[in-house]
């Protein structure tokens, strides 16, 4: 029963384009969304969140928007840089603490 | 936020063997977790380490196949047992601190089973 999925397993952007990330859940108990950043042989590292009460949440280059009703949120990165390239998961937390994470989307940004 | 350390960072085994993996913090989280990531997969939490008590599992994992301990709030270790090439994965533990939403992984212990 996959909870999470993100639907791209890959993304080729251009450097200084956007990247768009995409992430759906099915859990509608899910009530607070965590975007981690993954290089190879690393662990993963938190990028940016958002709660449930928002819908849009804006770091730096980065934002994260949810749509609660389509249980859909996105991650758009702009503008991208080659250092950006990495496999990106969505990681809805649940209530108890739990992390379920999506299958991830791997992008590469290209100079 | 937390660093988190992993021993050993990879290694190679032969089936029918065991391998414990040990995860250290450098600051006491309330939570500490152990994750999966199987060749292609996302990562799959295995179970909670709980401190002084039985980990808590999650469908599909079992204490006989991966016993857990936490004997204090910065270190645990996982015990991958009786190993099939079935569980040749990149094995994860992370910590949560209570007052953040966040979660700090450690780099990865990379499993091949022979």
């Known amino acids: 029963d996959q909870q999470v999925k993100q639907n791209s397993p890959s993304l080729s952007v251009q450097e200084g384009r956007i990247s768009i990330l995409n992430c759906d859940y099915t859990?509608?108990?899910?009530?607070?969304f965590l975007w981690y950043k993954k290089y190879p042989a690393e662990g993963p590292t938190f990028l940016i969140s958002?709660?449930?009460?928002?819908d849009k949440n804006e770091d730096g280059r980065f934002t994260v928007f949810l749509n609660k009703s389509a249980k859909h949120l996105s991650l758009h990165i702009v503008p991208s840089q080659p250092g950006d390239s990495a496999v990106y998961f969505c990681?809805?937390?649940?209530?108890?603490?739990?992390?379920?994470f999506g299958t991830g989307t791997s992008l590469t940004v290209i100079p | 936020s937390a660093v988190i350390s992993q021993k050993p960072s990879r290694d190679i085994c032969q089936r029918g063997t065991s391998l414990t993996i040990q995860c250290q913090v450098d600051?006491?989280?309330?939570?500490m977790f152990w994750y999966r990531q199987q060749p292609g997969q996302s990562l799959t939490l295995i179970a909670t380490a709980n401190q002084g008590s039985e980990a808590t599992y999650e469908s599909g994992f079992v204490i006989d196949k991966f016993p857990i301990s936490r004997p204090n709030l910065t270190f645990s270790t996982l015990t991958v047992s009786n190993m099939s090439p079935e569980d040749s994965s990149i094995y994860l533990c992370s910590g949560h601190q209570g007052n953040q939403e966040t979660q700090y992984f450690g780099p990865g212990t990379r499993l091949l089973v022979l």
């Open positions: 958002i709660s449930s009460i928002k």
């Open positions: 990681a809805p937390l649940s209530t108890g603490n739990q992390f379920y």
């Open positions: 600051s006491q989280v309330t939570m």
């Open positions: 859990n509608s108990m899910f009530d607070y």
